[in-house]
């Protein structure tokens, strides 16, 4: 089914709100199979509201409109729509009753603005709108239907999760050859997006029912996979061998599917090994806490982290001995190494993790220059390891990728300490 | 100027991401004075790029284009462009130099996946993009000007305000006719949008060239003014006199105009006073200490961050004596002023600042639900104080808001101590 989406209002293409009506719909529609083939967004314009309609109209099957329905001046979409179908625009019956209910019920007199949203296209079908006042049209054009929604989000996605999107599922029920979908999202870290292709590349041609996709969302990188065949349980199917050689090539980066997010996952991997976990933190200044801490429950796991942004505090917070950073500098695999068996030691965990090192834009040395960070991880079971990473890009990215590589290094432990 | 965006991406039709770098670019036009005509978003499919590529550029003068440019096989925007121009695409040699100096600055060998992004539609100029791999590529259809631009939003925004704002700004103040705009934001904190509004609002019928926005950037809000005139002098004047007007009303709640960031202009604060910071951090988790210290020379300022997430490490860090916790337990106003003076005393700074709560969904007492907050300031010119507060909203909120109001309260601090 070609399905198009249009959405109405200058707040739409001036900045001022970002469209999460689409992304919802999009989302909807995909679980039902149906890939959206595109999404405009056009300003308050009559011309280019008519021009956009007669447009979608002629490409799609069905074209969702959202915006435009209100009570003010700005509200014409569906004038525009009586303009395309080259009909008369007029008060419905129906509609008005409806209106005058809603007023009635909070005893108010119904005003001469609200009177509008009584207007439809002639030979359109309004529904009620049970949570607001402009109702739902349904006009068809051609060999497209379209379906006019309310822009406020709520009024929105009710309309379209009561009304539209079963009248769209039962149309695609009663087609044959109907294209049914299944969709996997692996997520990983410490993978590089060309790695990734080209560990995943040669295994598409072994998966003719599956589109490989990339995304990038730093620290981490996505696969996404989604099958297509003519039932589900193929679709399933075909999604599931897929899966199975991706995670086979991918490894242990992958960390997690669909929804997921890092943080929860390895919280509950250290859960589940009974560890928990104390971190010192230099250069990236408390993000790795931050993280942690913003997962519900993470005090079950995670005592205690330090920002030991001076020297002194590497020492009095986590113990570093000042011989070391005089020696060997604050930014070194020795200071790394004691700020992690520190931390541990300071909080009686299991594990302790650490990173120092020179985020920028100012700072470095010849041999450590800008975007040197030195990761380490103690515990139990391990001869503390550091690890010197080299991270490109600004402040930002240098923290983030630290704050992740520091984290990876512990979750990676976990995982082979696991394995028999 | 008529100006179009296109995005491109299975992701944005999918429901998987909504796309907020329209937004950005949306924003920064209308900075300019140029509102965006249309936005269209289609998948990763060859014919439908390429026939939105026709289209914008037999509508528009300039069209953005966005997504598509990476390594990987879904990315062929380039290749839809050379087919809708008619020209050749092919390897430019300027690119590849790039890339190849790129992979060797880190070190790396380049990789045949990474050669895609140096091929390039004949005729094309190519931009360097310095915060990742796939340049800017501008090119001239018919009448119109297609800049393409990668979709990841950091390179997305890189090279958007660098290169592409910068050409379309010198375009328009070529042409005749125009109308000149000077535009203002103060940022405030602490300062409900509803107030803003209340003691704003009456400010407009004075000041009839400067319209008035609000927007809400948790834990911000902002007033954007914009002010417009036939000449800059005019528009400029226009907006100078709202600005002073807003201030006085608004007074210390301001804590910067435009681009400032709420951490650098603390950090300054702080470091003309020649004071520096210790902070305990509980139910925040690290976000206070991350946030200063992603300010580059945050170092000078701020010395140790203790994110103390468990009741021992209350005590042997920042030493909140045992009875303390055992008599008011963790979250309380003796807790967090023991807190403040202990990181104050382990660090040896100017001023300690604490935050303990119940941040949710789970814990809290009948005394003390979800959302209570105790935010502390030890310092050498006053007796700790300590504020106890009621946020709604989910865990994530109430981290953001107590973050923003413990910080706060020492720059509230900072300011009366620094009027005569």
Known sequence: ????????GDELVTGLITDTNSTYLEARLFDL???VERVVLVGDVRPDITQALLEASSRAEVVVVSGGLGPTADDFTLECAAA???VPFEED??????LQERYAARGLPINPSALRMARIPRGSEPVRNLVGSAPLVILTLGRCRLFFLPGVPREFRALLDGEVLPRIQAELEARPGRVFRAFRLLRTVGLPESEMDLAVAPLASSHPRVVFGFRTHAPENHLKLMAEAPSQTEADGALAAAEVDCRRVLGARVFGADGDEYAPVLLDVLGRAGATLATAESCTG?????WLTAVAGASTVFVGGAVVYSEKMKSAWVGVPPEILERHSAVSSQTAIAMAEGARAACGTTYGLSVTGYAGPGGGT???????????????DLVTRCERMSFPGDRERVRLFAASHTLEMLRQHLLSAARP
């Open 1 to 8: 089914m070609r399905v198009e989406l249009l959405c109405t």
């Open 33 to 35: 199979g149906v890939k």
């Open 84 to 86: 395309a179908a080259g």
């Open 93 to 98: 019956a129906r509609v008005l009753g409806w």
């Open 286 to 290: 408390g993000l790795i806490a931050q």
């Open 366 to 380: 010849p041999e450590d220059p800008v975007g040197t960070v030195y990761c380490a991880l103690a515990g139990p």
